[in-house]
């Protein structure tokens, strides 16, 4: 199948390569398959592309790369969304955006590496066997310090 990007120009991809989201991500659910793509010699950013809509594209990131590590629980209806069996794989990323609440003037002092934020907060979660996905909303908390003393 061949589909348009902004990003990369026509592609032409297989059915095995789409990753389902049953419900579309949240502000975008009329889309509901997508290709991950990465730039040659940038294998830290990944481009999750819609296969519907050749603007709709998000830049994702794995957690670790970031000294990240995620731990919650997905509900049985989230598990059944996308297939996920006790013996599945799955990956877990993150998405990024661009701080948006910078002025032109602004951004041009900030440093680009500064202005890319990660949704640690709606994390997505990858069945690699089913190849169906979901963006998990986690509860809001707050910031915890937890110091432990050596004795």
């Known amino acids: 199948m061949q589909i348009n990007t902004a990003l990369f120009g026509p592609q032409e ?3 095995d390569e789409i990753i389902t989201f049953p419900q579309g991500l949240p502000g975008f659910e009329s889309s509901k398959g997508f290709k991950v793509f990465h730039e040659e010699g940038k294998p830290t950013v990944h481009w999750l592309q819609s296969i519907e809509d050749e603007e709709l594209c998000f830049s994702v990131m794995e957690p670790q790369l970031l000294n990240l590590g995620y731990e919650f629980i997905l509900s049985d209806e989230q598990c059944q969304l996308i297939d996920l069996q006790e013996q599945d794989e799955f990956a877990v990323v993150v998405l990024l955006y661009k701080n948006g609440n910078t002025t032109p003037s602004e951004a041009e002092s900030i440093p680009a590496h500064q202005t890319i934020q990660a949704n640690l907060a709606a994390p997505v979660v990858i069945n690699v066997r089913s190849r169906k996905a979901i963006q ?10 937890l110091i432990r003393s050596i004795a």
């Open 136 to 145: 998990v909303l986690l509860p809001k908390t707050e910031r915890i310090t």
């Open 13 to 15: 991809i297989q059915d």
